[in-house]
């Protein structure tokens, strides 16, 4: 029996450029109820900025969420899987 991802992905996924401030894409997540959001460079998917990576390396590396980028901070090296 083949599962398919397609089939378990029904949500719209959100992304984030990579030079949006971490202090605007932690509300965006939090208006939007979201724990990961992609993070993209001219259209292209970089990393992924996730409630982890708020914890560990900006409140934990004692980092200003208003001074530092998404870019600086997102989870890189994705691994990636086709959609079927």
């Known amino acids: 029996m ?4 397609g089939g378990l992905v ?3 996924v959100s992304s ?3 030079a949006t401030e971490v202090q605007a894409a932690a509300s965006f997540m939090a208006r939007n ?4 959001v992609l993070v993209t460079d001219s259209g292209k998917v970089v990393g992924m900025f996730t409630e982890r ?3 560990i390396r900006v409140v934990g590396a ?3 969420p208003r001074e530092n980028t998404l870019g600086d901070v997102c989870s890189r090296n994705l691994i990636c899987i086709p959609h079927d």
């Open 33 to 36: 109820d979201l724990g990961s």
């Open 62 to 64: 004692d980092k200003d």
């Open 10 to 12: 029904t949500e719209a």
């Open 16 to 18: 984030l450029d990579a």
């Open 53 to 55: 990576d708020l914890l």
């Open 2 to 5: 083949t599962c398919r991802i």
